[in-house]
Structures are given as structure tokens and as C-alpha cells.
């Protein structure tokens, strides 16, 4: 295939390394993960504080949103990924080539650490609403690192742990996994329904497990706002528990490249089958045709047998009438 301005997987060469169609893919990556990153921060923050009676909703149409433009929006240059689990699984499957996917991780943290680092610069601070705040809400984590803590547990006592977190993250990254190669062809490129069902796998994620965890789904927006939470004074710093935003992602995008390898192996199978099946029935057909033509040859063969075993009998009796009819004129004359 061709190195164009329309994502497809194309294999990397020595001599196309740094192309600029490259290049172009990358960008559009970095901008792609900064936008949708930049967008949850605000909402889980700003949004959260601004609409307390309604977080998971705007937490969960402001991240569908997110990526439904970022994908129409950057999506037909880079493939749309904006996500280290999806570019892991890419590789995996062979969907992205790994020269793509390895540069799509880098950059999509460096487009997490581009948002966070907006958002830090915008975020305003007061003595009763300081930066660790705003970090509770914003950040991924479990027990006093997460929104349910700083929601929830003041007046309740409530929070979820570690097995909480790992299993949310690793249920609701193999939905948007899952939606993302679902939609896709096999080099890359996306079916028109792919934006919308990218944005609904995000969007119910995000509602279902902001509380669990912050709703990470994606190792770059965990990273991200972590780097910035190591920074803000929070009683438990983000970094320690970022591990479990890399791991349970990865887990469950390997799983649904596991999954998607399977099902084109089996569908391999079965086409290499019907296609046996096809030309064994067609060398029947031909073999049928066969015999019936020689059965015709035989046919033809016998008619022409008989056909000469009559013909000196009709040669006879035709001399024979003839004989008498020339013995009759000559009687006649005499």
C-alpha cells in the first residue's frame, strides 16, 4: 500500500522512517490526545464542581464528545487512536504497523502531558479549593485517590480499592477496544459508524467507573494529569498507583487482539474451506460434463455403426428394384 494522508497500515521502510505523511500521522495523534485529554480534565474538574448534581452525566457526554470529534476530526490522517491500549493491540493484531504504533504511545503521552499542562495552567486556586482538590477529581485512582474519596467518602466513608480499579479498568477498556477494531478494516482505515461507536463505549465507560476510579480507560490520559498530580501536593502521589492504568489496559487490549486474532483465523479457515468446496464442485461439474460428453461420443459411434450395417442392405434392395424394374421395360418392348 501507498503512504497516504488516509491512515492504513502500512508497513515501515528504512527509507520511509520519518516521511512526511508520517509525520502528518503523528501530529494529528498529538493534537488528537491533547484535545480529548484537556476536554476530561476540564469536565472532570471544572464540570464536576460546576454540576455536582449531574457529574456522571457530564462527565460521561463530555467524554463521548471528546473523542467522537477528535476521531471525525484527526482520525482520517493518524487512524485515530489516541490511545496507547489501542495502538498496543493494533501492533498485536497487525493493524498498525509497529513502527506507527510505537511512535502513536510516545506522542499520545506527550499530547496527555500537552493537555494537563493547560488545564494546570487554567485551573484556578482559592484557600478553601486548593490544586490537590481539583487533582482528586481529575486524577485515576483508587481508595483516597479517586472521585468517589473526594465526593463521596467525607460523608460516607466510602471509597473503592485496588481490585475495584483493575477490574473497571480492564471490563471497560476491552468495550472501547473491542468498538474501535470492530469498526475498523483490516489496514486501518474506519467504517462510517466508527466514531459514534467510539464515542458511546467511552461515553458509558466514563459514566460507569468515574466514581471507581476516574474513569481512565486510556494509559496517556492517566499519565498525564498524574505527572501534574506528583506535583500538587495530593496525600497520595498519582505516580505510585499509575502502574494499574498501564497494566489493566494493556491486559484487556491484548485480550481483544487475542480475541479479533482468533475470529480472522476462523474466518480464514472457513474461506480457505468454501473455497476448497467450490473447486471440488466444480471439478464434479466438469467430470459430470465429461461423461456426459462421452457417453454422446459412444452414442454417435453405435448410430454410425448401425448406419453402415444397413446401408449395403439398402444398397441391395435398391438393386434389387432396379434389376426388376429393367427386366419389366424390356419385357414391355418385346
Same mark, same amino acid.
Given at each position: 500500500?501507498?503512504?497516504?494522508?488516509?491512515?492504513?497500515?502500512?508497513?515501515?521502510?528504512?527509507?520511509?522512517?520519518?516521511?512526511?505523511?508520517?509525520?502528518?500521522?503523528?501530529?494529528?495523534?498529538? !493534537?488528537?490526545?491533547?484535545?480529548?485529554?484537556?476536554?476530561?480534565?476540564?469536565?472532570?474538574?471544572?464540570?464536576?464542581?460546576?454540576?455536582?448534581?449531574?457529574?456522571?452525566? @457530564? @462527565?460521561?457526554?463530555?467524554?463521548?464528545?471528546?473523542?467522537?470529534?477528535?476521531?471525525?476530526?484527526?482520525?482520517?490522517?493518524?487512524?485515530?487512536?489516541?490511545?496507547?491500549?489501542?495502538?498496543?493491540?493494533?501492533?498485536?493484531?497487525? #493493524?498498525?504497523?509497529?513502527?506507527?504504533?510505537?511512535?502513536?504511545?510516545? @506522542?499520545?503521552?506527550?499530547?496527555?502531558?500537552?493537555?494537563?499542562?493547560?488545564?494546570?495552567?487554567?485551573?484556578?486556586?482559592?484557600? *478553601?479549593?486548593?490544586?490537590?482538590?481539583?487533582?482528586?477529581?481529575?486524577?485515576?485512582?483508587?481508595?483516597?485517590?479517586?472521585?468517589?474519596?473526594?465526593?463521596?467518602?467525607?460523608?460516607?466513608?466510602?471509597?473503592?480499592g485496588i481490585r475495584a480499579?483493575?477490574?473497571?479498568?480492564?471490563?471497560?477498556?476491552?468495550?472501547?477496544?473491542?468498538?474501535?477494531?470492530?469498526?475498523?478494516?483490516?489496514?486501518? /482505515?474506519?467504517?462510517?459508524?466508527?466514531?459514534?461507536?467510539?464515542?458511546?463505549?467511552?461515553?458509558?465507560? !466514563?459514566?460507569?467507573?468515574?466514581?471507581?476510579?476516574? !474513569?481512565?480507560?486510556?494509559?496517556?490520559? /492517566?499519565?498525564?494529569?498524574?505527572?501534574?498530580?506528583?506535583?500538587?501536593?495530593?496525600?497520595?502521589?498519582?505516580?505510585?498507583?499509575?502502574?494499574?492504568?498501564?497494566?489493566?489496559?494493556? @491486559?484487556?487490549?491484548?485480550?481483544?487482539?487475542?480475541?479479533?486474532?482468533?475470529?480472522?483465523?476462523?474466518?480464514? *479457515?472457513?474461506? %480457505?474451506?468454501?473455497?476448497?468446496?467450490?473447486?471440488?464442485?466444480? %471439478? *464434479?461439474? !466438469?467430470?459430470?460434463?465429461?461423461?456426459?460428453?462421452?457417453?454422446?461420443?459412444?452414442? #454417435?459411434?453405435?448410430?454410425?455403426?448401425?448406419?453402415? *450395417?444397413?446401408?449395403?442392405?439398402?444398397?441391395?434392395?435398391?438393386?434389387?428394384?432396379? %434389376?426388376?424394374?429393367?427386366?419389366k421395360d424390356s419385357q414391355?418392348?418385346?
Amino acid at each position: 500500500m501507498t503512504d497516504n494522508l488516509v491512515y492504513t497500515s502500512q508497513s515501515p521502510k528504512a527509507s520511509h522512517m520519518l516521511s512526511p505523511n508520517r509525520l502528518v500521522r503523528v501530529a494529528a495523534e498529538f !493534537a488528537g490526545t491533547a484535545f480529548i485529554t484537556f476536554a476530561i480534565y476540564a469536565l472532570s474538574t471544572w464540570g464536576t464542581i460546576i454540576n455536582s448534581n449531574s457529574i456522571l452525566l @457530564v @462527565v460521561g457526554v463530555g467524554t463521548a464528545l471528546a473523542y467522537g470529534v477528535a476521531s471525525l476530526t484527526f482520525g482520517r490522517a493518524s487512524g485515530g487512536h489516541f490511545n496507547p491500549a489501542i495502538s498496543f493491540a493494533g501492533i498485536l493484531t497487525g #493493524v498498525t504497523n509497529w513502527l506507527d504504533g510505537i511512535l502513536y504511545i510516545v @506522542v499520545q503521552i506527550l499530547g496527555a502531558l500537552a493537555g494537563a499542562g493547560v488545564w494546570y495552567l487554567l485551573t484556578p486556586t482559592s484557600q *478553601q479549593i486548593q490544586m490537590s482538590t481539583w487533582l482528586t477529581l481529575g486524577v485515576n485512582g483508587f481508595d483516597s485517590n479517586n472521585p468517589a474519596s473526594a465526593l463521596l467518602g467525607q460523608n460516607t466513608g466510602l471509597t473503592f480499592g485496588i481490585r475495584a480499579a483493575v477490574a473497571v479498568e480492564i471490563i471497560f477498556t476491552i468495550i472501547v477496544v473491542a468498538a474501535f477494531f470492530a469498526t475498523v478494516r483490516s489496514n486501518g /482505515s474506519a467504517h462510517k459508524n466508527h466514531s459514534i461507536a467510539i464515542a458511546g463505549a467511552y461515553g458509558i465507560g !466514563a459514566m460507569a467507573s468515574f466514581l471507581l476510579d476516574g !474513569a481512565g480507560m486510556n494509559p496517556a490520559r /492517566s499519565t498525564g494529569i498524574a505527572i501534574i498530580g506528583h506535583f500538587g501536593s495530593m496525600k497520595v502521589d498519582p505516580l505510585t498507583q499509575l502502574w494499574v492504568f498501564w497494566v489493566a489496559p494493556f @491486559v484487556a487490549a491484548a485480550l481483544v487482539a487475542f480475541g479479533f486474532i482468533i475470529r480472522d483465523s476462523v474466518q480464514a *479457515q472457513r474461506a %480457505e474451506t468454501e473455497a476448497a468446496v467450490a473447486a471440488l464442485r466444480l %471439478e *464434479q461439474e !466438469a467430470a459430470a460434463l465429461e461423461e456426459d460428453d462421452d457417453i454422446d461420443s459412444e452414442s #454417435v459411434d453405435e448410430n454410425d455403426d448401425i448406419d453402415e *450395417q444397413e446401408l449395403p442392405e439398402v444398397i441391395i434392395e435398391t438393386d434389387t428394384i432396379n %434389376e426388376s424394374s429393367t427386366d419389366k421395360d424390356s419385357q414391355s418392348k418385346e
